[in-house]
């Protein structure tokens, strides 16, 4: 055996320096010897589990007479009440149950052998036969027609099962396009209304949403609810900025994207999708309160520190008839994380 | 048999009474057998054997809040306006799932409460089950023949952790969307299968409206189910192997020495599941957790600054952090290993390496022993000194997970913050590895001076010539045996590139790492001493008392330690 180049020395091998002395000699507690400390002892395990008791019932009451509106340092007595009853209540019988086996059951420690986990070679023997009788008895061996067609009838029932979990969802589609279009207005997140350049200071950031979110003038429903509003948001949710038109150095092609300093920017982090909020005025940078990936908004939007990778996107935007901000086209970069079609869905894009 | 015994037995109050039902149950049963072994097994007592039991108890705990909390939950991410008793949320649209988070705060009575102690006991259960396994791993407790239950552990803590995660998830508020979004960009990011993996997950695109309801079946289902299953071998194989204890007086390798499940243990583990149980309902009633309805119902375009995941996840969330954005495009895909390698690869270097080291340990050293005492931490410092390392990566990683955190408390840079964790990340655990081992050798001398030259009893002596020296006294026999009682080194014999017949070995490379991993595995270890060391020390000892001044012609001083350096 292999196991003979290292000897792991046994007690037999080399002499312990010290002899094992045995097991130390039992010591009494207090409660063993006095017989009145053991009644003590008794009567507090006895309290604890009748204080509990009482606090079972406290719980009982507070259910019903502790409502939600009143606040115990200014958080909700209710909460308080029951959870201090319950958990009470609990850690008394707990405690008092473990103070019962440590003061009053017998403290005198048993030895028990082990035995080798192995078992003996005989059984191991047996096993080794019945095991052998078995696959010869059965012929699996003899017969490999039978078992070579048995293994790939149960191989081919792995197609039932993974064909069966076809229909969790829908083909990828979709990722590289959002609902922004040429002419769709550029409105404030909350209120739903259109944004005019004048009312976008040099500085400021403004939470925004395509116009298609909120109903149009004269209805009471938007064309987007529940979860289809949720993924359409996912990917188009933007930020408009405003910086001073000389900070700005946008990228050739890029020049006419922006009105007088305005630019419109995905809110959706290129890294794992978070929405981007934080704005360094002075250094227009954008940062990600995820993973700290740094977008500099005056430079298209270029990733300057941080696990993403791809620019943050850049929304091409121009004015309509009424003079409020609009989407010259839909983002002409892929939006939110990247995935493994992107490059391909990218070249598509700008194929046309 | 011993009737004998039996029949008084029948004679006691108890006997007299029990008989009957347990011969009925053992008539239809029979696991007298079984239970005659295993009723009065022995387990021995050390409070670190308790960490285990706080994960066991607060599964449990876990499992009695939790069908308590699916009486009200809907797991419906269908789009309803609020209208239940919290006023700043009314008027609101959300999802059902969110809504019925909100109904069990604030208009079932005990539902903030239950959800207050099944998010504690979840913190707990994974806290405990991490110091389990770091109890497990310092003290060698998953060597032969517990590999496979080290094994189950691992896959409990990876369950814990994706059991977590999922109900983290299940609320539905502005938080937890915001963790789903992440795992929407993590999942994007497997390479060529991406897209597909999370079309058919979320059924659609990211949020769709079947990923709560999906995520629900996993967290109250089919992960709780396998967790059981997994508990239950754990426990088993437990009772099975019997519990490793602490070598000592009379506690061998042969040997367990403890006190009897009935009574004791049923007791004192009974017993614990209300104290663990009374904590989590204690720390719900006085610590606040989780207040979902502070976030707002999820929406895509909001975020909250600040943003984390439930601490465990830190290690995982802090690498994400760290990565540098690196993506590339070949064979026209794109691999974004910015989100990949980090999200994926963190956790799964973790949990493979946390699989794979007892066989690996076994590979260098080819102990093939059985192993049922434990081994003080300082006595196999190049484990302790790994597994150091391995926690000051995750420690790396968690501290890096907050780094915006770090940064704006402490009013730091969070790029350079960033940088220093991007290498630190490497150089910390080495420099974490050495610093260990070195304590752990130290503390191996500390303990072989203190079998040779005793403990320092505080009682200087002054000689004639005014040196001052300070007497040491042997230890208690017992406490020198435990000090002792643990194996000794191995003979280190070098690679055999060659067999008996002078022809080269096969696996001859192989081995030859094998030997140069094993010679720095025990590089540097102290071994105990000699009983020759000792007998000789004992000398020394009885000599010194006897005869303060007389130190001899060869005499060069007193050591730190109090004892003449002539020795």
Redesign the interface.
């Given at each position: 055996m292999s196991d003979e180049i290292e000897r792991h020395h046994g007690p037999s091998e080399v002499a312990e320096p010290i002899a094992d002395p045995g097991l130390p000699v039992h010591q009494y507690r207090v409660t063993d010897v006095d017989e009145a400390q053991a009644r003590r002892t008794e009567r507090q395990i006895s309290l604890m589990f009748g204080l509990a008791t009482l606090l079972a019932i406290g719980f009982t009451v507070a259910y019903f007479a502790v409502d939600f509106e009143t606040t115990f340092l200014g958080w909700s007595a209710q909460n308080f009440a029951l959870g201090a009853t319950l958990g009470g209540a609990l850690l008394l019988i707990g405690v008092g149950i473990i103070q019962w086996a440590k003061k009053l059951m017998s403290d005198h420690e048993m030895v028990e052998m082990r035995h080798p986990v192995r078992s003996s070679d005989e059984d191991r023997a047996a096993v080794m036969a019945d095991i052998n009788a078995g696959i010869e008895e059965s012929g699996i061996g003899r017969r490999p027609l039978i078992r070579n067609s048995l293994l790939g009838a149960i191989g081919a029932l792995a197609l039932p099962s993974i064909v069966l979990l076809r229909d969790l969802g829908p083909t990828p589609h979709g990722q590289a396009t959002t609902v922004w279009k040429r002419g769709m207005r550029v409105v404030n997140d909350v209120s739903g209304t259109p944004i005019r350049p004048s009312d976008v200071e040099v500085g400021q950031l403004i939470n925004a949403e395509p116009a298609v979110f909120f109903p149009a003038e004269g209805e009471d429903h938007s064309e987007f609810h529940g979860h289809e509003l949720l993924a359409a948001k996912a990917k188009a949710a933007v930020i408009v900025v405003r910086m001073r038109p000389e900070d700005i150095t946008p990228e050739k092609g890029k020049e006419n994207w922006g009105i007088d300093g305005i630019l419109c920017y995905s809110k959706i982090c290129t890294h794992v999708g978070c929405p981007i909020s934080l704005w360094e005025q002075q250094t227009h940078h954008l940062l990600c309160p995820c993973h700290q990936s740094t977008f500099d908004l005056a430079d298209n939007g270029k990733v300057i520190f941080g696990p993403a990778y791809r620019p943050v996107p850049q929304l091409p935007l121009g004015i309509d008839d009424e003079g409020f901000i609009i989407a010259m086209s839909d983002f002409p970069d892929i939006v939110a994380p990247s995935y493994p079609e992107l490059a391909r869905d990218q070249k598509k894009l700008d194929g046309e | 048999m011993a009737t004998d015994t039996y029949t008084k037995v029948e004679d006691t109050k108890v006997g007299k009474k029990a008989a009957g039902p347990v011969g009925w149950v053992d008539d239809r049963l029979g696991l007298a057998g079984v239970a005659r072994k295993n009723l009065?097994?022995?387990f021995p007592d050390h409070w670190s054997f308790m960490l285990g039991e706080i994960a066991l108890w607060s599964f449990v705990v876990l499992l009695l809040s939790g069908v308590f909390l699916t009486f009200w939950f809907q797991p419906s991410?269908?789009?309803v306006v609020y209208d239940g008793?919290y006023e700043p949320l009314k008027g609101l649209e959300m999802s059902q799932a969110y809504a019925s988070t909100l109904d069990i705060s604030?208009?079932i009575?005990?539902g903030?409460?239950m959800r207050?102690?099944h998010h504690w006991a979840a913190h707990l259960f994974i806290a405990a089950m991490i110091v389990h396994m770091l109890r497990v791993f310092f003290t060698g407790a998953y060597r032969k023949?517990r590999e496979i239950n080290w094994l189950i552990g691992v896959g409990l803590l990876a369950l814990g952790f994706i059991e977590g995660f999922a109900g983290y998830s299940l609320p539905d508020d502005l938080l937890s969307g915001?963790g789903l979004?992440?795992v929407?960009?993590?999942i994007?990011?497997?390479?060529?299968?991406?897209?597909?993996l999370?079309?058919?997950?979320?059924?659609?695109?990211?949020?769709?409206?079947?990923i709560i309801p999906r995520l629900y079946m996993a967290h109250i289902l089919l992960i709780p189910a396998l967790l059981l299953g997994l508990i239950a071998a754990h426990m088993l194989l437990l009772v099975y192997?019997?519990h490793t204890q602490w070598p000592g007086?009379?506690?061998?390798?042969?040997?367990?020495?403890?006190?009897?499940m009935l009574?004791?243990y049923a007791?004192?583990a009974?017993?614990?599941?209300?104290?663990?149980?009374?904590?989590?309902?204690?720390?719900?009633?006085?610590i606040?957790m989780n207040p979902v309805w502070a976030y707002g119902p999820?929406?895509?375009?909001?975020?909250?600054?600040?943003?984390q995941p439930d601490w465990y996840m830190g290690f995982s969330e802090g690498l994400?952090?760290?990565?540098?954005?690196?993506?590339s495009?070949f064979f026209?895909?794109?691999?974004?290993w910015?989100?990949f390698i980090?999200g994926v690869g963190g956790l799964g270097l973790l949990f493979t390496s946390l699989a794979l080291w007892p066989f690996i340990e076994r590979w260098i050293?080819?102990?093939?022993?059985?192993h049922?005492l434990l081994v003080r931490p300082r006595n196999a410092p190049t484990r302790t000194a790994l597994g150091v390392a391995g926690m000051t990566a995750f420690g790396v990683g968690w501290a890096a997970g907050g780094?915006?955190i770090i940064a704006t408390q402490f009013g730091l840079d969070?790029?350079a913050l960033?940088w220093v964790f991007r290498f630190g990340f490497f150089i910390f655990p080495v420099i974490a590895f050495l610093i260990t081992k070195r304590i752990c050798i130290g503390l191996q001398h500390a303990d072989s001076d203190r079998?040779l030259h005793g403990y320092e009893t505080g009682v200087l002596e002054r000689s004639p010539d005014g040196g001052y020296s300070e007497r040491h006294a042997p230890l208690p026999?017992?406490g020198?045996?435990t000090l002792?009682?643990r194996?000794?080194a191995?003979?280190?014999?070098p690679a055999?590139t060659v067999d008996a017949n002078g022809v080269e070995a096969p696996h001859n490379r192989r081995e030859r790492v094998r030997v140069w991993l094993?010679d720095k595995y025990y590089a540097g270890a102290v071994d105990?001493?000699?009983?020759d060391?000792?007998h000789h020390a004992e000398e020394h000892l009885g000599h010194f008392e006897g005869h303060p001044s007389d130190h001899g012609d060869d005499f060069r001083g007193v050591s730190d330690a109090g004892v003449p350096k002539v020795h």
């Open positions: - | 009065r097994k022995v991410m269908a789009e008793s604030f208009d009575r005990g903030l409460l207050q102690i023949p915001t979004r992440f929407d960009g993590l994007r990011s497997i390479p060529i299968v991406g897209s597909y999370e079309f058919f997950i979320f059924g659609g695109e990211f949020p769709g409206e079947l192997h019997k007086p009379g506690r061998t390798n042969e040997n367990v020495v403890g006190f009897p009574p004791v007791a004192k009974g017993g614990f599941f209300f104290v663990v149980f009374g904590f989590t309902a204690l720390l719900s009633a006085t606040q999820y929406n895509p375009s909001e975020v909250t600054a600040g943003s994400v952090r760290l990565m540098p954005g690196w993506e495009t026209g895909y794109t691999w974004s910015n989100v980090p050293t080819k102990d093939n022993r059985e049922h780094n915006d969070i790029y960033t079998i026999v017992a020198q045996y002792t009682a194996d000794r191995p003979e280190l014999a055999q094993r105990k001493p000699t009983a060391d000792v």
